[in-house]
């Protein structure tokens, strides 16, 4: 008897937990294992940011920000930029943060 394992559903079609990402603050390990699967969790998460500002603080997504690799961190807010340029006075704080921690990186 043979049995048939269900395919794994793709990563674009799953949905990702956010309120549960930002309240534990933490992202499961392993989660993000490729460039491809940040790049896509951070186009969603820019998405659900602008979309429930009230459900999350700003120290809660720094320190799911923090969890991403560095590359990914920049395209959150290029992504948020391109996306929704007057919400950036909003997240100003904690993108001069970030960027702060890039600038030798930006400018070589």
Known sequence: MSTQQQPSIPF???AIPF???LAAGKIPEGYLASEYLAQQFVERLVHYVLSAPT????AQLGS???QINPRA???FFK????TSPESLKDFA???YGF???FHSLLFT
């Open 12 to 14: 674009a079609a799953q």
């Open 19 to 21: 309120d549960e990402f």
């Open 55 to 58: 459900s999350y603080t700003m």
């Open 64 to 66: 799911l920000l923090e």
């Open 73 to 75: 961190q920049v395209l």
């Open 79 to 82: 992504r948020l930029k391109e």
């Open 93 to 95: 704080p904690l993108y």
């Open 99 to 101: 960027m702060n921690e």
